[in-house]
């Protein structure tokens, strides 16, 4: 359909290599999905150690944000600096679920209130407070985890899209969010487990998370529910909505006056990534065995912005490379030292929108790319 | 007001701007099938009103109807699904997408959220941007990213884009402006055609354009209707030639 994407690939090829050049060098081509999958399917369960394939596994969790950003950011032209509380509130669903599972009567008798989550008891709490009540199902808190998020994204979305509140003034608003939720966990302790979260989970339905077994099928999990992710996603963009989205970057007013209600398209895409960012909080509960305020606030959702950027904002793999790179990097730079971290991060951040706008994704369009067409057409002639 | 055979019937319509009144007591009526041109000096307030009619601007005071149903309330995306298609100023295209995919994100249908989702590439749409793109000449220049053309031809594209949701009344702000003579003769024989079943306002400035294709001419003024009437009788009038054609 696209003469000029297409146009530098010779047709004479032989099928083997033309078969591999459909894979990767055309648009829309599933080349870079399968070694994305290959990777973190195969590769990295083979040749990392369970404790290092956990960390990995925590990386992807943050993956699913970076994926979600794509969209909302990439293609919609929403960026929003507060997909902390979406990746918060779809962790800690899973974290009342499971706190409430390992605060059963027997393993709390000594409380001076047994059967309700210890950060309860020690804040003087008698009994459990209604909300918390239907987190004792495993449906209905799956269910919020999916729900909670995407209704909070829909009202703020709704509420500022249709008033045409964007741009910088959207990521200042979602900044807010993100503190306010913030500061509500942590002054709400004996609701919330406070500034330490809620800690100390154990079993899944009877099902030890903690063990080194648990940890591998968790890993797997996260991994199949990632690549879903990002395979409904690449729907997402090849549809009239993506092209939708495309054109409202560029001309909104032209996409309004075709008859589009422009708002709507925004609140989805908003509503979406949040959804996405909440499946890796709860992934992350269950793989990491806690949630924090510390993953809600302002400087986490910085950071799950900066894996999107430095993956490519337009590229739904990239953005998963985005969030191993940045966090191999940050475990590795704040053990050596953890003082430079947040500087080395923001510099990170300034030297890829400065000097590759589109990330990873657009090097490797730039660069690799043209390269391996070159390759190709001299061993094809 | 009364229900009438018009189209568009705009009355009483007033628009101010900081106390500028831009749009000021306003009426405008416009037949079936009919093509008018909007000229007037710059500044008196044309393109404001295609603003007031499509929705970009809100009015502070006045009425205009639509087939009979009043339309100041409406947002703009359920005026266009009504019927009213506004072309801008400048070629407003999606530069990034191809020529295809410009006519194709504008046919009518999948306008929703989940509609736009689920939409499928169905023959019935080939067939609309295929008949489209011969109507605006661009049918060779399907596969181009519509950033490429030219400047003519992004103005016929956006054209055609408005084609594709078959309004009933469409709106042109200067399709003109900036072509050569050739494309200009083009443009005038695409407006006469594309008028065949539908009604249209076109703001222009060119008097030869205006004669080859206008039925009726409205001649605005500081935001008021100065004179109205065929293209003979207007060209004649002499306030219009004391503040507009004079110069």
Request: charged letters at 20%; proline letters at 4%.
């Amino acid at each position: 359909m696209n003469p000029i994407a297409d146009a530098p690939v010779d047709t004479q090829a032989p099928p083997a290599a033309g078969w591999l050049r459909r894979m990767f060098l055309h648009r829309g081509g599933y080349g870079s999905l399968i070694v994305l999958a290959l990777l973190i399917l195969v590769v990295f369960p083979l040749t990392l150690d369970v404790f290092r394939l956990n960390l990995m596994g925590k990386y992807l969790t943050y993956a699913f944000v970076a994926v979600g950003l794509v969209i909302a950011w990439g293609y919609g032209g929403v960026l929003s600096l507060g997909q902390g509380v979406f990746f918060g509130l779809g962790g800690y669903c899973m974290a009342m679920f499971l706190k409430l599972e390992a605060s059963d009567p027997v393993s709390t008798k000594i409380q001076s209130t047994p059967g309700i989550p210890d950060f309860m008891d020690w804040n003087q709490l008698t009994a459990l407070p209604l909300w918390w009540k239907p987190f004792h199902s495993l449906p209905f808190s799956l269910l919020a985890v999916l729900v909670v998020p995407g209704l909070l994204a829909f009202i703020v979305g709704f509420a500022m899209f249709k008033r045409r509140v964007g741009g910088v003034y959207f990521a200042i608003i979602t900044q807010a969010v993100a503190l306010i939720l913030s500061v509500l966990i942590i002054g709400q302790q004996g609701y919330t487990g406070g500034v330490n979260g809620i800690t100390d989970l154990r079993t899944l339905l009877g099902w030890d998370i903690r063990g080194d077994h648990a940890k591998l099928v968790l890993y797997f999990v996260n991994a199949v529910l990632l690549l879903a992710a990002i395979l409904f996603c690449r729907r997402v963009t090849r549809s009239k909505l993506g092209t939708l989205l495309l054109a409202m970057r560029d001309k909104e007013d032209r996409v309004r006056f075709s008859g589009y209600d422009v708002a709507m398209f925004k609140v989805f895409s908003f509503c979406l990534a949040a959804v996405l960012a909440a499946i890796g909080g709860a992934m992350f509960t269950l793989q990491v065995g806690f949630m924090s305020p510390s993953f809600v606030g302002i400087v986490p959702s910085i950071e799950m912005v900066i894996y999107a950027a430095v993956g490519g904002r337009m590229s739904l793999v990239g953005a998963v490379y985005g969030a191993i790179l940045v966090n191999l990097g940050k475990t590795w730079f704040s053990e050596s030292f953890p003082n430079l971290w947040l500087f080395l991060m923001a510099a990170l951040f300034i030297g890829v929108v400065m000097a590759f706008p589109n990330g990873l994704a657009g090097l490797y369009d730039s660069h690799v790319k043209p390269w391996l067409m070159r390759r190709g057409a001299r061993s094809t002639s | 007001m009364s229900n009438t055979d018009f189209v568009l019937a705009v009355e009483g319509l007033s628009v101010a701007f900081d106390g500028f009144k831009a749009v000021d007591d306003l009426s405008l009526y416009v037949d079936r099938g009919e093509l008018r041109v909007v000229i007037g000096p710059n500044g008196a307030g044309k393109t404001t009103l295609l603003d007031l009619i499509c929705g970009k601007t809100r009015a502070n005071a006045g009425s205009i109807k639509f087939r009979n149903e009043e339309m100041t309330r409406l947002p703009e995306f359920r005026r266009v699904r009504k019927g009213i298609g506004r072309k801008f100023q400048t070629p407003s295209i999606y530069e990034n997408l191809t020529v295809f995919q410009n006519l194709e994100v504008s046919f009518p249908r999948g306008r929703g959220v989940f509609g736009a989702l689920a939409f499928k590439r169905t023959s019935d749409v080939l067939d609309r941007v295929k008949s489209v793109a011969q109507e605006i000449g661009l049918e060779k220049e399907l596969d181009l990213e519509a950033g490429l053309l030219s400047h003519g031809q992004k103005q016929w594209l956006e054209i055609g884009m408005l084609l594709m949701q078959e309004p009933e009344l469409l709106m042109l702000d200067e399709p003109i402006a900036g072509m050569s003579v050739r494309e200009r003769e083009i443009t005038a024989e695409l407006l006469k055609r594309i008028c065949q079943n539908r009604s249209m306002i076109v703001i222009e400035h060119d008097m030869a354009f205006v004669e080859q294709i206008a039925h009726k001419v409205t001649v605005m003024h500081q935001g008021k209707i100065l004179a109205e009437g065929p293209m003979e009788k207007v060209q004649s009038d002499q306030r219009v030639i004391d503040v507009y054609l004079g110069h």
